[in-house]
Antibody, heavy 115, light 113 residues
């Protein structure tokens, strides 16, 4: 069965760029699925950040669109998230996920924005 | 954005009793041509990611106990736990995947009375 694992820095400085990667195991990233990022913070609950298809097509949350980039690396069977110009409000537990009603979740990685 | 509002924010139910969680969408999540509601329910236990329970408003995910059921129509949906078990203590979320951005309810915390 498909499993997802997030990786990336747990601490990012204000105004910096948050970069996370999600490794897909037990299945191919080129399957007919959308791959998403969702974050969870105490103040805002669950927030969908966006999704990417293996073709490179993306959909982003308009609230974050100007700062978000998602991409797929087929050779490594993984997908990535970049969030620029981060502030303390971007501190959250970041999950990678599969599908639009989410059938598979990563365990989540905590990212703290602080100097 | 489609705003999803859950009620109540929390509830305490005795073991073996019924728990009912409501979710209201501010706009339709019904795709008319397919006659499907683009509405899912998740369960999240402390320290774990959410787990899919229900999709298409009433289809139970494989492996989910049949004491969990989803229903609803229009813009009002319900998750019912027919006989609450100790392992059902969690926070429950609804989510619409009808139009981007996909949005979640604020969550309902279920505890044992």
């Amino acid at each position: 069965q498909v499993q997802l694992q997030e990786s990336g820095p747990g601490l990012v400085k204000p105004s910096g760029t948050l970069s996370l990667t999600c490794a897909v195991s037990g299945g191919s990233i080129t399957s007919s699925n959308w791959w998403s990022w969702v974050r969870q913070s105490p103040g805002k609950g669950l927030e969908w950040i966006g999704e990417v298809f293996h073709s490179g097509s993306t959909n982003y949350n308009p609230s974050l669109k100007s700062r978000v980039t998602m991409s797929v690396d087929k050779s490594k069977n993984q997908f990535s998230l970049q969030l620029t110009s981060v502030t303390a409000a971007d501190t959250a537990l970041y999950y990678c996920a599969r599908d639009r009603y989410i059938t598979v979740w990563g365990q989540g990685t905590l990212v703290t924005v602080s100097s | 954005d489609i705003v999803m509002t859950q009620s109540p924010d929390s509830l305490a139910v005795s073991l073996g009793e019924r728990a009912t969680i409501n979710c209201e969408s501010r706009q339709t999540v019904l795709y008319d041509s397919l006659n499907k509601y683009y509405l899912a329910w998740y369960q999240q236990k402390p320290g774990q990611p959410p787990k899919l329970l229900i999709y298409w408003a009433s289809t139970r995910e494989s492996g989910v106990p049949d004491r969990f059921s989803g229903s609803g129509s229009g813009t009002h949906f319900t998750l019912t736990i027919s006989s609450l078990q100790a392992e059902d203590v969690a926070v429950y979320y609804c989510q619409q995947y009808y139009s981007t951005p996909w949005t979640f309810g604020q969550g309902t915390k279920v505890e044992i009375k």
